[in-house]
């Protein structure tokens, strides 16, 4: 009996154990290539290669208020100053019915990995959901989260955390 004991000790043991091995991380997304010019908000670095059509996403920057929204601290509302940004991107976006877009949810630094995950989707899907009231199919929008992984600006201040809550907005075709 005292062995029977001691194996079924032992068993649970090992299971419990094997539960606490280190699991390997998920693939992270790309580095950036490029630092870009951290004020003008075009994400980090150069997307044009990963997304290609750049003339048309130069086209878009150049035409609209801006392809960034930012956001608060935790927050992902659209306030006044995103609405005025969303808003010329709606009308940028109905003058260009073929154009499909990819809007990048991000994070400041702080937090973990996975909250900013979703911190960053949410944003980039309350910037979603404002294009589509305002008439832009969602079929032509997808959207993906970064979370912290790829800063706009490096820096462990307010002003740096500032500018890395964002949802910026890529012209794919």
Known sequence: MAKMTTSLLLAVALVGTAGCAKKRPPELPPAPVAEGDLGAGAGAGDTSDQYGSSALNEQFKREVMSDTVRFGLDQYDIDPEARRVLDSQAQWLAG??????TIEG????????????????????????????????ATRITTISYGKERPVALGSDEAAWAQNRRAVTIVIS
């Open 96 to 101: 260009h019915p073929a154009t499909r877009i």
């Open 106 to 137: 991000h994070a400041d630094e702080r937090g973990t990995r996975e909250y900013n995950l979703g911190l960053g989707d949410r944003r980039a899907n309350a910037a979603k959901n404002y294009l589509a009231a305002r008439g832009i199919s």
